[in-house]
């Protein structure tokens, strides 16, 4: 579904590349977990992924389209929750969830489904005519959420989704991360909560220093450290103290 | 005391953004672009203050041929006080009820009263600049005609200092019983937006009720204009109580010590009101403000599907209008283009039986001969109208707007060329209504025929898609996106500047061929039109070109 090859990225006049030659291959179904300490490089990757930032080289294909070739297309296949979340204020909720619905094409009927259902799932529903300069930053992270869902898209990229949200929303997103990967769909997240990771992913890639240090299952990833025992938080100091 | 200083120092570099004009001109790779800004920045004042040295000095000898001096002072200050006022309007929308900096600040340990007066403070220096822009060419002029004085200079110096201080704090507390009032709304935005709309139109109608007869172009036909308006100049000199301490000031030395006195009591009083009062209500409004932004706007979705341009339209109208700060700044043009017109027209109905007192009129009179006439008025409306869609700035903030939506626009599946032509489109319509109601209210009210109004709708509407493109072009090329307040994404922003000095070129080269023909160097009105509309064209298709192709580089995967 996801697939990063030779990606770099250095930005000017630094000598050191802030994403140097990543090669990712995420699976149709998958629910992935991308990894890293502050500053590794998970952002610039996933803001390459998105279109935010080009490349310095390499490539990035989603469901087999580069977006160099057609990028109105790459985008959309994918539905991205950024770090923060960025919304027009003075639109309502709903009006922020039109207007992401007509620039994704979705039709009258869908949105009304999709918007009733993840606004009753987030709790959001009633709020949903308040303008969003009104809104908390749980309820601003939970638009964008409802946002990247309308149009059902096939990757699904998610950039501390968490941060903000109250325990029930959250564990209500994670149902709908596993939710998504089960009607065929992809999931791409960065966290830093490695519990999170650890009960979620079906693969993981740990980051550092903008090099991709681990890639696997959990499974795979206490293979490769050859200590069954290990938890995940475990393997992680290990591989980016390694790479230190 | 040292804390509101830090306070204000802060909120300074912050909202002036000295410390990125320290930074820029310190480092080497921004030191041209910033010198290229800086510099045009001050061509356009340059061209601002000429342009009022030669209408101070018009008015001042009018002023002396209709027998008073004193009458000019009282002009000049009178003139200050309504720009002073038209400024505090627009800035004390950000300057004061910015609720994301009360919220930061009001956290802090500094009192309340603090933290309102660095607002204060910070819309007296305003008023003290837009002041200074018409007192200081006003007095230069004066000193010319009446001879250079050191002590007339040095007399005027408490006066620029102290002048502020009731306007100031006029503004303050009329804009709290605005907010107060509109804060008990719904649509508090709205009826903030609206209240700071008719306060402009206000000043605008109060500032051209007094000098209409400025815009004559014989100095003998202005002078008797000018004695018309003199008893309402006298009435507010007297009334505004700064007018005439300011004036006194530049009096006699008995004179000058009791404008003084008046002047520094004034300070004192409205400083120790504002302190405390203003402190106290600040609070009050604030509250009020942040609980009434929770109130519901929007019932129910349409859940009507409609075409992505639509929703990109229907989208930056909504930006564009639910802003105060936004409708001050960027279309407040399409008000004051079509009420101008109405106060020219109206005047020059007034006035018709004293055979024309208006320029207007007066150019009917003296091209009565001119089988063009109606031409020549209408390309006089349509330069003014052309000139105020310049003004606008909602194609040269186009993206700056989007300030920390920009990775909206990135991450969306419509490319980068489709989302500015949705922003431009929106901001031709702008232009159209502005257009299309200024030329219409000056037609009808000059008695314009429909052929030369509809050729200067269509001159007008080219030139202002002319100067969308220019404004794009100057934002999509180095947009302003870091901002944290709408303020920073217009007003505090050097495109809108840059913008405004080119499409002030091209007007000046649309101008020339009526200009020509005005001092008889073209016949032909026929020849004007057509050479205005091909020059038009012709920068019409380039600036086209060069927006789109600064378009196609800018978006990252083409």
Known sequence: ?244 | MNKFLRLFKFKLYNRIGLGGIKSAFASPGLRIKATAIFLSVLIILCIFVIFLIFTMSMMYKSFVQSGGKDLYLNFIFIFAQLIGFFTLIISSFNSMFNSKEHDILSSLPVKREHIFMTSYVELYVSFLVSMLMIVLPGLGVYQYYEGFSLTFTLRALPGYILFPALPATVVTFVMFAVMIVAGRFKHTELISTLSGVALIVACFILYLSLSTGGSSYKQDDLAQSLIGNSDLIEILSKCMINVFAFKMLLGSVYEFLIGAIILIVIFATTCFITYFAGGCLYEKVMRLLSSSAGGRWTKTGRYRKSSVQRALIRKEFKLLLRSPTYVMNCIINVILGPLMMLIFGIRSYNKEAAVGEDIFSRITVLLKNNMNADYVICGLITALTIAVTAFGMVASTCVSREGSNFTVMQTIPVSYKDQIKAKLTSALIINLVCVITTMGVGGVLFGINFLPVLLGIIICIIASLSFNYIGAFIDVMRPKIYWDKESQAVKQNANGMISLLLCIVLMILYALPFALYVVGIIDSIVFVVVLTMIMEVISLILTRMMLFRLINNKEIYR
């Open chain 1, 1 to 244: 579904m996801l697939e990063l090859k030779n990606l770099t990225k250095c930005y000017d006049k630094r000598k050191t590349a802030a994403v140097s030659d990543i090669n990712l291959k995420v699976n149709k179904g998958e629910l992935f977990g991308f990894l890293g300490p502050n500053g590794a490089g998970k952002t610039t990757t996933i803001k390459m992924i998105t279109g935010i930032l080009a490349p310095t080289a390499g490539e990035i294909l989603i469901d087999g389209i580069s977006i160099k070739d057609d990028p109105i297309k790459y985008k959309k296949n994918f539905g991205y929750v950024s770090d923060t979340p960025n919304l027009y204020e003075r639109l309502t909720g709903i009006e922020y969830l039109e207007f992401i619905a007509d620039v994704y094409d979705v039709n009258s009927e869908a949105r009304k489904a999709q918007i009733q259902k993840y606004g009753a799932m987030f709790d959001i529903y009633n709020a949903l005519g308040d303008r969003i300069k009104s809104f908390s930053h749980g309820m601003r992270q939970k638009l964008v959420l409802m946002g990247t869902l309308l149009h059902n898209p096939k990757l699904w990229i998610l950039d501390e989704p968490m941060v903000g949200l109250d325990p029930m929303s959250a564990y209500c997103l994670k149902e709908e991360m596993k939710e998504h990967c089960r009607q065929g769909n992809t999931v791409f997240f960065s966290t830093h909560v490695l519990e999170v990771a650890e009960k979620l992913c079906d693969r993981i890639a740990i980051i550092s220093n903008g090099v991709i240090v681990a890639i696997g299952t959990i499974d795979e990833l206490k293979a490769q450290a050859e200590d069954g025992n290990l938890t995940l938080e475990d393997i992680f100091m290990n591989v980016v103290r390694r790479q230190e």
